[in-house]
């Protein structure tokens, strides 16, 4: 694949329209250029505007999600289910927070640092060392990754990936805006309708039928603000206790331990909404391992509760090249800890090396399952004279090279 534009760009035919997942472009070319990534993604914050201009969040944002078809980039409601997504989601969808455009913002800066990288800022074995990183672990600084990356993007991503919602960009627009700066590219967010631009004309008195208007020398009596304001808060009070009672708030409860079926039955006769994807874990099959949110937040009855539920089994890790001993924590990690090893002489691999894997990486297996691991013994040919080492020698038998 190579980095012409003509990869990236629609088509113009009007009878096929040619649909490009974003996540395949980054699967295959890696970190973009960067002026090819603030193309897509002044695109895609431009549509993140207008979603949330129409009261929309996508929650939802990913590669797998984002398109580019005869319309341009765009979001689509297909792909990864929407709780399996976790190295794309918020610190406080992670911890189960209330969330917001905000956290959409991140999720898409998220999805930026991929583009400009070519790997997302957190990754993990398992899905709660992802979360907690999303929590707790600064992002790498993107240069550090791609020297390529100018400081300016830099600081996009870094701002769109702040931890604390109040430090990231407020609004899409914003976002955009950013993006456009660095583009060189005049973004000037259009006047929303509806919206007040002049100063509020003075307030229209109405008089009673039989009432006569007061002579115009007489002055009007302003009606107090401070009486005004407290009736005003009464009625926000009153409104948010009726409110509560209507849509009834109620805490998320534990389910984290429990069957995917009676996690289910549990949250649906409180009220709450259940969307669920499996998950590799070392637990076993059915079991749920994480909810989102957690346990003890409080939300309206309607409110979606996300699970992840083990599927018993865990994904082979590619070891080829890594040492024994990191290899033997990795599978500990993933708890495959019934290994056997064996050697041959590899002229790929240093000693000590892992060479092979049985089964092969991205088998999935059962933890606990035997897993084999063929280690380098050393070279297997003389570099000198190239004749096959045998079995136990430290000196080629033709040239007399010490292996």
């Known amino acids: 694949m190579t980095d012409s534009d003509e990869y990236l760009e629609p088509t113009d035919s009007p009878s096929v329209e040619r649909t490009t997942i974003l996540a395949d472009v980054l699967k295959e070319r890696g970190a973009l250029p960067e002026s090819e990534l603030l193309r897509i993604f002044l695109e ?43 190295r794309y989601m918020s610190p406080e969808r992670c911890q189960g927070k209330p969330t917001d455009a905000r956290s959409d913002i991140y999720s898409l800066g998220v999805v930026l640092f991929q583009a400009a990288t070519g790997s997302v800022p957190f990754d993990a074995d398992m899905k709660f060392q992802i979360m907690d990183a999303h929590v707790r672990t600064p992002p790498p600084p993107p240069r550090t990754i791609n020297p390529t990356v100018s400081a300016e993007l830099e600081q996009v991503i870094l701002k769109a ?31 929303s309708p509806g919206v007040l631009t002049e100063e509020p004309t003075q307030p229209v008195e109405v008089w009673a039928e ?38 009834g708030f109620r805490r ?8 995917g079926d009676e996690a289910v039955q549990v949250l649906r006769g409180k009220g709450f909404r259940v969307e669920a994807d499996t998950v590799d874990d070392t637990l076993p099959a059915g079991v749920v391992v994480a909810q989102v949110p ?6 309206p009855r309607s409110r979606v509760v996300e699970l992840s539920v083990s599927g018993g089994t865990v994904e082979m890790p590619a070891l080829a090249g890594i040492a024994l001993a990191d290899a033997r924590a990795r599978l500990a990690r993933l708890a495959l800890d019934t290994v056997k090893v064996d050697s041959q002489y590899s002229d790929d691999y240093a000693a000590n090396m892992v060479v092979a894997t049985g089964p092969k990486a991205g088998s999935r297996i059962a933890p606990h399952t ?27 038998t033709k040239c007399g090279y010490k292996l």
Not at 69 to 76: A, D, T
């Open 44 to 86: 895609l914050a431009g549509g993140l505007e207008s979603a949330h201009g129409e009261g929309t969040a996508r929650r939802d944002i990913s590669p797998e999600r984002i398109v580019l078809n005869g319309e341009g980039w765009k979001f689509v409601d297909y792909g990864l289910p929407r709780a399996g997504m976790v």
């Open 161 to 191: 990936l702040a931890k604390d919602p109040a430090e990231r960009f407020q609004t899409a627009a914003e976002f955009k805006q950013a993006l456009a700066g660095i583009a060189g590219v005049p973004d000037q967010p259009e006047e």
């Open 210 to 247: 039989g009432e006569r208007e007061p002579a115009l020398s007489r002055p009007r009596r302003a009606k107090p603000a401070a009486i005004l304001i407290p009736l005003g808060a009464v009625v926000v009070v009153v409104a948010g206790l009726l409110l509560t009672r209507v849509i």
């Open 252 to 259: 998320v409860p534990l389910v984290r331990g429990m069957s």
């Open 294 to 299: 957690e346990a003890g937040a409080k939300g």
């Open 370 to 396: 035997w897993v084999k691991l063929t280690v380098s013994a050393g070279r297997a040919t003389c570099p000198q004279c190239g004749a096959r080492r045998e079995r136990g020698a430290r000196f080629c």
